[in-house]
């Protein structure tokens, strides 16, 4: 039986400091519609822009997963993100008053009890699933990482950590099913060792970190003297020293804590996928980078299966999502030169529609006397009205946008199209939008046949 999409009861919020800039943030969970994805809103920017959650987005992965679009950034989003995609929710609104998430406990624990406090709730769309069919890699031999999928019904991680540390050794962790992730992941503290505190304080990075927001390994012997001086330079409290091992011991919860957060991580940065995964995962030593260039590698599959000449399904007996009178309120174009009846898929990246041509339509009256064809150019035309409607339904107010078609590139006829047939249009984001510019691939298909296909570029401008 398929399963449908997820989202939030009712809203849930949570208040901490950011742990890179120290900043006092609050986070709000709302509920979002189907197929909206995790979508961050930065409230205390002018225009209140939003950010979604796509690895498209991603701008830094050094010490944490950094996310931009429309002017505005969120960092260290990947402790919230794992809670979400660990909880099974879809779709999520964000509303965040700063530039970084809270770090809390330096867990995703409390983000997982806001969600689940919020009361999960299912909703009339199937979930989407990308389902692994063969093996994608991603290797750096030179520090031992290594990511790979493997084909399976269900969704599991494997994760090995092994820094040749003495203290931690090598370390193994395990999620089987999403279920156990509240239970077995989601309370596993960030780690750090006490080598790399000075350097991230002398790079105006860690001001909100503390004891009790990640544990700190100690690797080799450490004086009193040092150690104070390190607490002094954080301006937080002295703590005893120890030769060796976890400064905070008594805050483990599991003896393999660290592969158990970076599992965590991993899992909040899968999340930038844009859809849950059904396969096993296995990696060695992944960290904020390796994931993200792991998820684009996974994108890069999706992309090619989405654009493989196969035509999107269509059942005229649903209703649309969008008929022709929502279009029409969409849309500035009107008939004549209105070449889209309905639509019935969206979601961020991508959108399908139909077009019903009659002999009826006025283009047929001069294209061409007794062999009636439809323009190629109207085609393309029909395209870009539905990528139109992409674009603009990822803005607040759609009514107050115009969109214009800077280029069309690659485009290429290999089927006539006649009175009687319907078109079944697809088009989908090739690249994320940045100022207002959008690339595009659209493809049109009649039964199963592709008929036209070319690529797009168009801005949204505010209308005067």
């Known amino acids: 039986m398929a399963e449908k999409q997820k989202t939030i009861k009712k809203e849930a919020s949570l208040k901490g400091q950011g742990l890179h800039t120290g900043v006092e943030v609050e986070v709000v969970f709302k509920p ?8 961050f809103q930065r409230i205390d920017l002018e225009g209140k822009p939003k950010v979604r959650a796509i690895v498209e987005n991603v701008i830094d992965t050094s010490r944490s997963t950094v996310i931009e679009e429309n002017g505005a950034r969120v960092g260290t989003v990947e402790h919230l993100l794992s ?3 660990g909880m099974g929710v879809d779709n999520l609104l964000i509303e965040i008053n700063g530039p970084e998430t809270p770090i809390l406990d330096g867990s995703a624990k409390y983000y997982a009890q806001a969600i689940e406090k919020a009361e999960i709730i ?3 769309a199937n979930k989407e699933f990308f389902v692994v069919k063969s093996n994608i890699n991603y290797s750096d031999e030179e520090n031992g990482i290594e990511l790979m999928t493997f084909p399976d019904d269900n969704f599991s991680l494997n994760v090995m950590i092994d820094y040749g540390s003495e203290v931690l050794g090598n370390q193994y962790a395990t999620l089987n099913s999403i279920s156990e992730y509240k239970n077995e992941i989601s309370e596993c503290k960030t780690f750090v060792f006490l080598s790399e505190l000075e350097f991230l304080l002398k790079n105006n990075l860690i001001k909100g970190g503390s004891l009790e927001n990640a544990l700190v390994i100690i690797e080799n012997e450490t004086t009193q003297e040092e150690l104070d001086r390190i607490a002094d330079m954080f301006n937080k409290p002295r703590v005893e020293v120890k030769t060796q091992g976890v400064l905070n011991s008594s805050d483990l919860i599991f003896p393999n804590e660290p592969a158990r957060h970076k599992l965590l991580d991993l899992l909040g940065d899968l999340a930038l996928v844009g859809m849950p995964i059904k396969g096993k995962i296995l990696a060695t030593r992944p960290g904020h980078y ?3 260039e792991f998820v684009k590698k996974i994108k890069q599959v999706i992309r090619k299966k989405r654009f493989k000449t196969e035509a999107p399904a269509y059942d005229p007996n649903i209703d ?9 309120e969409l849309l500035p174009h009107r008939p004549p030169f209105l070449l889209v009846d309905k639509i019935i898929s969206i ?3 991508g959108i399908v529609g139909v077009k019903n041509v009659s002999m009826n339509e006025p283009f047929f009256v001069g294209h061409f006397p007794g062999e009636p064809v439809m323009p190629g150019v109207l085609l393309i035309e029909s395209m870009a009205q539905i990528g139109a409607i992409l674009v603009l339904n990822l803005v607040s107010d759609p009514q107050s946008y115009s969109t214009y078609f800077l280029k069309i590139d690659k485009v290429k006829f290999k089927k006539k199209v006649v009175p009687g047939d319907t078109i079944v249009l697809k088009v989908e984001l090739l690249a994320p939008i940045r100022r207002g510019v959008a690339y595009m691939k659209g493809l049109a298909y009649v039964g199963d046949y592709l008929v036209t296909e070319g690529e797009f570029m168009a801005q949204m401008i505010k209308n005067k």
């Open 83 to 85: 809670a979400a995609y």
């Open 122 to 124: 299912e909703q009339e």
């Open 320 to 328: 649309p999502l969008l008929d022709i009178n929502r279009i029409i």
């Open 32 to 39: 979002a519609p189907v197929n909206h994805g995790y979508i």
């Open 347 to 349: 979601n961020n990246i």
């Open 290 to 292: 390796s994931n993200v």
